[in-house]
């Protein structure tokens, strides 16, 4: 079978006219060979860019070349290796190994990539910034370039979905962008952008629904969507006194892992946090074991001498669960716990024991505030009065397991960025306070990348009745 047909060949649908116009812009992209190609392949929920990336891992035998999958965070690759059947790796894993030891200006450097005739497929795109960053030379997007391109026939892919949510701070998600790619970054860019949903989908509420959402956030609408309900049994509307009976069946149905509240603000989570614990786990202890958290700040400390050490650190984002928890202290003014925890985000699972710091559970800012974060910094510091140099107090920090300790939040209800990438079977979307004013493009791209978490079931909770199609009944 020549190689040109073998995308085909892998996918397990017959292709649509679409697919095949991908199918023959990939087979030059493949064939192509000038060293700085770059595939840029958009496309919206249901359009099947899973399925094709699937297709093409496995057709990549007949063009000699292997494949890295790649995401930006860990729940985001544990997805990407779901639907692929091959692991998958964090960017940071892949691109990045640590200095020294112990160096206290700059813990990371750009890895070199040893791989040769591979194409590096880096899915859910849309959140890889731009912006300078603390563990990177330069930004995650750069320095991802020029890891990939080495000079040995290594080839970068990137997909996404041009509706989501941009990366924190961005207006847009600029590893989307044909522009930046080619004009900033010097890569000969293939692009493509898959717009009709599978037929396979058809009958799914959850798509018909961010479906047209996509379309308000493409034409730049600012109304309220028209959502369906009626004739779906994966889409539902509640109201605030039933979602204690509704978090309570997906729990049961799907486990805690499975199941996700997306709120608008870490406030709002908080508050979701406190009420399922207490109200529906009917957990009074601040922490305990089952507990389901949030690494909530990078941490460069818990993971050094492990297996991995070369990147050994707990990203932002990662999801855990606390097996146990030992014992409780407070020192400079703050309160730790020794756990033990398991990361769920990572195929290895890993199991560390470590210290959390217990003010950031509940803390209103994402993580620990700056106020409290330089009170902290300021306290420890006076432990180290007697070093000469600040280089010297520094490198003593850094070894300081309290100052070091993981930031954490209860992971039962979280935001949409730090939900972005990940999938659950049933996801909770709680409205939030908004106005007229409010309604506008970057709230229809929360909304969209929110419900798009969902893979089973969507619940609205407390959505106003202009969001729906038809009033409600009765």
Request: proline share 3%; charged share 25%.
């Amino acid at each position: 079978m020549p190689a040109s047909e073998q995308i085909s060949a892998s996918f397990p649908f017959e292709p649509a006219p679409q697919q095949r116009e991908l199918f023959g812009k990939l087979h030059q992209f493949l064939l192509s060979d000038n060293g700085y190609e770059c595939f840029l392949l958009r496309g919206y929920a249901g359009t099947g860019k899973t399925t094709v990336l699937s297709a093409l891992v496995k057709a990549l035998r007949a063009y000699n070349l292997k494949s890295v999958l790649l995401a930006p965070t860990g729940r985001a690759a544990k997805v990407i290796t779901g639907y692929s059947g091959r692991k998958a790796f964090t960017i940071h894993k892949r691109v990045y190994r640590k200095r020294s030891a112990m160096n206290v200006d700059d813990m990371f450097m750009l890895a070199t990539n040893l791989s040769e005739d591979t194409l590096f497929i880096v899915d859910e795109a849309s959140m890889i910034s731009d912006e300078a960053m603390g563990t990177a030379r330069d930004t995650l997007l750069r320095d991802l370039v020029n890891y990939v391109y080495n000079t040995k026939n290594c080839k970068l892919m990137l997909v996404g979905d041009t509706a989501q949510l941009p990366p924190v701070g961005s207006e847009y998600s600029p590893a989307l962008d044909a522009s930046i790619l080619s004009e900033d970054l010097g890569l000969q860019v293939f692009s493509f952008e898959l717009t009709e949903v599978l037929r396979q989908q058809k009958n799914s509420g959850i798509l018909h629904n961010v479906t047209a959402v996509r379309e308000l956030i493409r034409h730049e609408e600012a109304n309220y969507p028209q959502i369906v309900t009626k004739g779906y049994k994966d889409v539902y509307r509640m109201t605030g006194e039933r979602l204690e009976e509704g978090l309570s069946y997906a729990y049961g149905k799907y486990g805690f892992d499975g199941t996700l509240v997306i709120c608008r603000s870490n406030k709002n989570a908080n508050l979701y946090n406190q009420q399922i614990r207490n109200r529906i786990l009917m957990r009074e202890e601040e922490l305990t074991g089952g507990d389901q958290i949030m690494v909530v700040r990078n941490n460069y400390f818990w993971l050094q001498g492990g297996e991995e050490a070369s990147t050994g650190f707990i990203a932002n984002g990662d999801i855990a669960r606390i097996k146990r928890v030992r014992r409780i202290e407070e020192l400079y003014g703050f309160r730790f716990a020794d756990v033990q925890i398991e990361f769920i985000d990572y195929a290895e699972d890993p199991v560390i024991d470590c210290k959390v710091l217990l003010e950031a559970l509940y803390a209103d800012s994402p993580a620990l505030s700056a106020d409290d974060q330089k009170r902290f910094f300021l306290e420890v510091m006076k432990d180290y009065e007697h070093l000469p140099t600040r280089r010297e107090k520094l490198a003593e920090l850094k070894l300081n397991p309290y100052y070091n300790a993981l930031q954490i939040k209860f992971a039962y209800a979280v935001t949409c960025h730090k939900a972005q990438g990940g999938q659950w079977e049933a996801v909770f979307i709680d409205q939030g306070y908004l106005t007229e004013e409010m309604l506008n493009t970057d709230f229809l791209r929360w909304f969209y990348t929110a419900c798009t978490r969902a893979t089973t079931e969507l619940f609205l909770v407390n959505f106003n009745q202009r969001f729906y199609a038809a009033p409600a009944e009765g």
